[in-house]
Every structure is written in structure tokens, then in C-alpha cells.
């Protein structure tokens, strides 16, 4: 490397590392920093619980189950996160810190692959892009892994390539980890394992010698992923005794996949709106359902059963929906998924001011692409076309992994590089052909990327954003932190533009009771369960409020109904049978007081 390609990678690693310095400084600032909510808070909860054995819920989260039922979900990010907590000391402030430098380290990652494969400027022109690129330094500030899956997409090609460069089952057992490291985070990833194995296969050819060797880095690759699998699969077993690989929100994923207004809203008719904290509730529901107790495992196959017979039952619909989640995944706008994205680059200063769209580099990674097929055919692309279409398997197939679920900018993240280093390469491309006289070439091809990138840049589906999404997580995130007189504008935000909206008014209410406003917290809760009549928490609350209102009779079906949903809810039990005591039925006090015990002697267990 020159001296001259160091001082410019020193100066874009430079700006990359000002530009997330001022993004996490303009963050600590937002209500959510220290509060996340849905993922990201569930996140946070277990990665606190594994780093400081601090295994309570929040106070208004249901308790997950983590220590008793298999991963819910992956859980590679949450113990990374764990081990992150532990050198920081728990600081939101540090994780940030930590996740900005591996940001970085993406950049430096993406420079070495594309430099190595495709030159210095190419190299550079990918380093500078993720520098600057807004998502990146988004993501890299919450507490979820698109981060973490972008380092293992680079550190899955170069060492793809490097076993290129020199097949051995050393390398290839490098690439296994890596693999299995990725599925410990996005299990999607092994969807792409057959064609990746094709791919090493046809550069390694069949017959004879060649076959012995493909067969023992096939050999080496897919233990290596197997063997790093393997905790995961063991501690659900252990604790459970239920086969689950990795994780088992594989099926309510899939039933979510396919109800239109899940897609791109998240909320599907058929599970309801819940987050991570209630996955004890729609094991309950399935249960019911079924007739018996199910395990995990059982629980994900009833859901996928669902989804397929609806797949089979529709194919029309099903068809549809692919190509909505299509045009969504390679759509101009950041599909919203735990927080409104768009909305928060809008009201970032730093982040609106980050000039490059997701269209640009689709549509000139798209040009970048086509241009490695033209050096191909002209046979003049070896053995960069190796790698180039490693990258375009990579790209299609992860694409492909979540067509039958809900759509979601943040999926999309780890092929977002990958288009950055075609964009370069079309860069460097059409640059080289305008030096070498060729300029009516070199602005052909400049129209053709044009083109291109206005074709990604319209919005099919009219895909719109959520604005009382945003308002509803800013005021969850401002209750949590005490800033009630926020929190409350925002509800209040919120509900006027979704009225809808059934945990508008359940968090409301719940604001309204902190607050000793009784009689409007009441009314917010029954405005809930209006929307929907199944939901423990807002029963219990809405109890809870009855109860403190002196009207102990009409808590009781409240707690009732609670306990009907979630039958081993605790709290329910106690404050039921303290309601019984109070109502003069002391046999039927003192059996939900022993149901009570049971239970928090069950919850303590390790």
C-alpha cells in the first residue's frame, strides 16, 4: 500500500470517526438512550441480565422467560452486548462508543476486500461511502446488530476469498465460524450455505483429486458451523429439554409474513401487537389453542403451520405479498421497524446532512455488477469475477432469505456494503474509461447508473411513514426516564394521528396511573380494551386502577381476565387474592395466594 492510499484511508477513517462522534453526542441527548424500547430494549434487558445476574423485568414488561424457555430470539448480538456491558461497566455510553469503533472497523474491512480484489481507488471509494453513509452511523447507535452482521458479511467474504486464493480446510473452517457466528445473530444467513458451498465448489471444479478436496472443505466449513451452533443448541436443550437450534420465533415470523398489514407495519391480526417481553403470552395463546402445554419448538411449528396453510390456501395473495416485500426491500424508503428510522435521520442534524440515498448505491451497484458481467464474458474478469459473484450470490440469496417475512430497512443492512463496493467499482469504471479518452463510453454508462438510480428511487408501493410510531416510542422512552411532561405530549401526539391504535391509550393510561390520575388513567385503559380485549397487561392495569379507585368489584374481572391470558401472571394472582380477601371469599383468596408463591419460588429459580 502507498503512502499515498494510507493518508487517504487515514483521513475518510477520520471523518467516519468525527461524524459518529458527533452523531453519539447528539444521541445521549434523545430519551431513548438510556430507555430502548421493543428490540433494542429487549436487548438491553438480557444482556444486563447475563452481565449482572439482574433478572427482573422492567416494571411495565412482562418477564420473558429467558432462563426457562430456548432462545426467543438469537441470541449472538445479546451476549456480544453482554460482554460489551461488562468491560464498560453497563454504559449506554460505552456500548455506543464500542459499536462506533467497530463501525469503523466495518469501513477498514470493506477497504481491505475491494483494494485487495479491485484496486486502490475502488478500495477507497468503498471505505469513503461507508463513512459517510447515514444508516451505518444510525444503527451503529442503537442497541441491535445490523453492525455486527456487517463486520461478519466482510469477514465472511474476505475469508471466502482468501480460501480462494489458497483452498485449504484451515480456511475453510475459518469461513465456517464466521458463518455460524452470523447465524447466532441472523439465522437467515444459513439459507445462503448450499450456494455458497456451489460457489466453492465450482472453484475448486469435480473429479477425481479435486473431488477428495472440495469434499473435505465442504467437510471443514460445515463442521466448523455446526460446532459453533452447537451452545446454542445444547443451553436450549438444557434448559428446556426442546430441540431448537437457535432460536424459535422462526414460526409467529413467517404467520407475521403473511398478513399484508404486518409487512410493513408489524402489527398482524392474528398474534396482535406484542413485543419480545410477551412471547409467554402467544406460547399461552397457541397452547389454548392446541389444547395442551407446548414447548417452544411446538409453539414456532403451530405458527408456521398456520403460515403455510395460508401460503398453500393463497397462492395469489402469497405472490403479491412477495413481490410488496420486493419492492419494499429495494424501495427508496427505510421500511420503519423498532423505531420510525426515517423520521430520526430527519430530526438528527448530522444524520439529514449525509447526502448519499439507499437508491444510489442500488442503482449504481446494480451498474457495478453489470459491469463485472461485461469484463466476464470479454474473458478478462478472472479471478475478480470470483469474488464479484460470491458478492452477487450473497446479495440475491440474503435478499431472498426474508421474502417470507416482514419487510424492514434494517434487514437489508448487511448487503447495503456489498453495493457500496459495486458502486465503487462502476465508479472506478466509468472514471477510468473518461481517462483513457473514452468519454462518450464513460457518459453512456454515467446515464446508464442514472437511470438506474431513479428506477430504485421511486416509491412503487407508496410505502408511507408512520408518524405516531415515532411520537408513541419518543413518549415510552421519556415515561422511562422520568420526563413525564414529554411523555405525555407525545402520547398525546400519537393518539390523535392513530386513534386507532390500542397501545396508545394502554400507555397513556399507565402514564395517567404514575401520575395519580385516576379516573383518566381509567378511562384510557377501557379505550384499550376496546381495541383489544385479549391483552394481560392492559387488564391487569386497568385492575390495578379500579382497585385504587376503591371499586374492588370491578377490579376482580380484570385480574380475571388476566390470569385467562396469562395464567401464570403473578402479580395477578396476589392482587386477586388480596381482592377476594377484601370481598369476603377467603377460599378462593387464599387459593390464588398459593398460586402466587408457586409461581415467584418458580421465577427465582436460576
Known amino acids: 500500500m502507498s503512502s499515498k492510499v494510507r493518508l487517504i484511508l487515514f483521513a475518510i477513517i477520520a471523518v467516519g470517526a468525527l461524524l459518529r462522534g458527533a452523531y453519539l453526542i447528539e444521541l445521549s441527548h434523545q430519551p431513548d438512550f438510556r430507555y430502548p424500547g421493543l428490540d433494542a430494549g429487549y436487548h438491553d434487558y438480557w444482556a444486563r441480565a447475563i452481565a449482572f445476574d439482574q433478572w427482573a423485568p422492567p416494571p411495565d414488561q412482562m418477564d420473558p422467560q429467558i432462563r426457562t424457555q430456548p432462545f426467543f430470539r438469537p441470541p449472538g448480538y445479546p451476549y456480544l452486548l453482554a460482554l460489551i456491558y461488562q468491560i464498560t ?43 459517510v453513509y447515514w444508516s451505518f452511523l444510525y444503527y451503529e447507535g442503537e442497541l441491535l446488530e445490523p453492525v455486527v452482521l456487517i463486520a461478519f458479511t466482510w469477514g465472511l467474504m474476505i475469508a471466502l476469498g482468501e480460501w480462494k486464493r489458497s483452498p485449504t480446510p484451515a480456511r475453510a473452517a475459518i469461513a465456517g465460524v464466521i458463518i455460524g457466528l452470523f447465524a447466532l445473530a441472523r439465522p437467515n444467513i444459513l439459507v445462503t450455505t448450499p450456494f455458497l458451498a456451489a460457489w466453492m465448489a465450482a472453484q475448486i471444479g469435480w473429479g477425481g483429486p479435486a473431488s477428495r478436496r472440495l469434499i473435505v472443505n465442504l467437510g471443514a466449513i460445515g463442521l466448523a458451523s455446526l460446532l459453533t451452533l452447537l451452545p446454542a443448541t445444547l443451553r436450549n436443550w438444557a434448559v428446556a429439554q426442546d430441540l431448537v437450534l437457535i432460536s424459535s420465533n422462526g414460526g409467529v415470523n413467517l404467520l407475521m409474513g403473511q398478513d399484508a398489514d404486518a409487512v410493513a407495519d408489524h402489527a398482524s391480526a392474528t398474534t396482535g401487537h406484542w413485543n419480545c417481553f410477551e412471547y409467554p403470552r402467544l406460547i399461552a395463546k397457541a397452547s389454548a389453542e392446541a389444547g395442551r402445554p ?7 411449528r403451530w405458527y408456521g403451520a398456520q403460515a403455510w396453510e395460508q401460503m398453500i390456501a393463497h397462492p395469489e395473495r402469497t405472490l403479491r405479498l412477495i413481490a410488496l416485500k420486493t419492492l419494499l426491500f429495494w424501495g427508496p424508503r427505510e421500511v420503519s421497524n423498532n423505531k ?4 430520526e435521520r430527519d430530526h438528527s442534524s448530522i444524520l439529514r446532512r449525509l447526502p448519499i440515498p439507499f437508491s444510489l448505491l442500488a442503482g449504481f451497484g446494480t451498474l457495478g455488477f453489470i459491469l463485472e458481467v461485461r469484463r466476464r464474458r470479454r474473458g478478462d474478469g478472472d479471478p475478480r469475477w470470483a469474488m464479484s459473484g460470491l458478492l452477487g450470490i450473497f446479495i440475491v440469496l440474503y435478499f431472498a432469505s426474508f421474502l417470507p417475512y416482514i419487510a424492514a430497512g434494517q434487514y437489508r443492512m448487511p448487503v447495503i456494503p456489498l453495493l457500496a463496493g459495486f458502486t465503487a467499482v462502476a465508479w472506478v469504471e466509468i472514471a477510468g474509461q473518461a481517462a483513457s479518452g473514452r468519454r462518450v463510453t464513460a457518459l453512456i454508462w454515467l446515464a446508464v447508473g442514472g437511470m438506474l438510480w431513479g428506477l430504485f428511487s421511486i416509491n412503487i408501493t407508496g410505502y408511507q411513514l408512520r408518524p405516531e410510531r415515532w411520537h408513541l416510542a419518543r413518549a415510552i422512552a421519556a415515561e422511562r426516564g422520568n420526563q413525564l411532561d414529554l411523555a405525555e405530549q407525545e402520547y398525546r401526539q400519537a393518539l390523535n394521528l392513530a386513534p386507532e391504535l390500542d397501545v396508545i391509550p394502554a400507555r397513556l393510561g399507565t402514564l395517567y396511573a404514575r401520575q395519580e390520575k385516576i379516573p383518566e388513567a381509567i378511562e384510557q385503559f377501557e379505550r384499550a380494551l376496546v381495541l383489544d380485549p385479549g391483552n394481560p397487561v392492559t387488564h391487569f392495569n386497568l385492575g390495578l386502577a379500579l382497585a385504587l379507585q376503591g371499586n374492588v368489584t370491578g377490579a376482580i374481572p380484570q385480574f380475571v381476565a388476566t390470569i385467562e391470558q396469562q395464567p401464570d401472571h403473578a402479580d395477578a394472582h396476589y392482587n386477586l387474592s388480596i381482592a377476594y380477601q377484601m370481598t369476603g371469599e377467603p377460599e378462593k383468596a387464599l387459593e390464588h395466594r398459593r398460586r402466587t408463591v408457586e409461581l415467584r419460588k418458580t421465577s427465582q429459580r436460576p
Open 340 to 343: 420510525v428510522e426515517a423520521m
Open 294 to 300: 407446548l414447548k417452544a419448538s411446538e409453539v414456532s
Open 89 to 131: 461497566g453497563g454504559s449506554y455510553f460505552g456500548a455506543r462508543v464500542i459499536q462506533g469503533t467497530l463501525g469503523l472497523l466495518n469501513l477498514w474491512l470493506g477497504f481491505w476486500l475491494m483494494r485487495r480484489w479491485y484496486g486502490d481507488a475502488a478500495g477507497l471509494l468503498t471505505a469513503a461511502i461507508s463513512a
